[in-house]
């Protein structure tokens, strides 16, 4: 007999971690960090500047809620990219600076801005549909 939860339905099958899930691909586990909105915005501006950040130059350089930014860079503290240091002051003080493992994407951003340079993001021109392909007819 199998055996059912309080409120009498089936047991819940256990979730895989995000990791677990793609077969534990590590390059699948960072683009799903990577690719939320306005990871490599920050982490460009670390890229730019190694130096420390503080909270109120970041969301004054990209233009982003409060909310949202407070919620990248914890992921990206939590992901092991950033430091986060919090001082006893008024007004209250974050500054936020890049890890080692933040500073060795250098390589990234580098091939991304070569690449930038040579290539755009517009549309290729539409080409012509090609022609039908005609059966060959015996005589």
């Known amino acids: 007999m199998a055996s059912e939860h309080a409120h009498g339905g089936r047991p819940r099958k256990q979730r895989e971690t995000p990791l677990e899930a793609q077969g534990g691909c590590r390059a699948t586990e960072l683009f799903q960090v990577l690719g939320k909105a306005h990871m490599l915005d920050i982490l460009h501006i670390f890229h730019s500047d190694p130096t420390p950040h503080r909270f109120v ?11 949202t930014l407070s919620e ?7 992901a092991g990219l950033l430091t986060r240091t919090a001082y006893n002051e008024i007004p209250p003080r974050v500054d936020y600076s890049a890890t080692q493992k ?15 340079t040579v290539n755009d993001l ?10 039908p392909h005609r059966r060959a007819t015996q005589l």
């Open 57 to 67: 130059d970041i969301q004054d350089r990209l233009q982003i809620s409060p909310n």
């Open 102 to 116: 933040a500073l060795a994407l250098a390589p990234v951003f580098e091939s991304l801005t070569a690449w930038a």
């Open 122 to 131: 517009r549309p290729l021109p539409a080409r012509e549909p090609a022609a």
């Open 72 to 78: 990248r860079l914890r992921e990206l503290v939590k």
